[in-house]
């Protein structure tokens, strides 16, 4: 596990270290945080919502 640290309300998120870039994990504050990763460090972001409009 790693501890990162929630952009939203700055308290300490545990995510698996094997957690894929564009992973979301939810936190208890309820934000829904995407895992990235740049030059090694993973850190989290909050996750967009994804709009179910990908029209066929
Ligand atoms: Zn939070």
Same mark, same amino acid.
């Given at each position: 596990? &790693? ?8 308290? #300490? !998120?545990?995510? @698996? +270290? ?5 992973? &979301? ?8 945080? #995407? !895992?990235?990763? @740049? +030059? ?15 029209? #066929?």
């Amino acid at each position: 596990m &790693v501890l990162l640290k929630c952009p939203v309300c700055n308290g #300490e !998120v545990q995510v @698996e +270290d094997d957690a894929l870039p564009g992973e &979301v994990v939810e936190h208890e504050c309820g934000a829904q945080l #995407e !895992v990235v990763k @740049e +030059d090694g460090k993973m850190s989290l972001r909050l996750a967009e919502q994804i709009g179910e409009d990908w029209g #066929e």
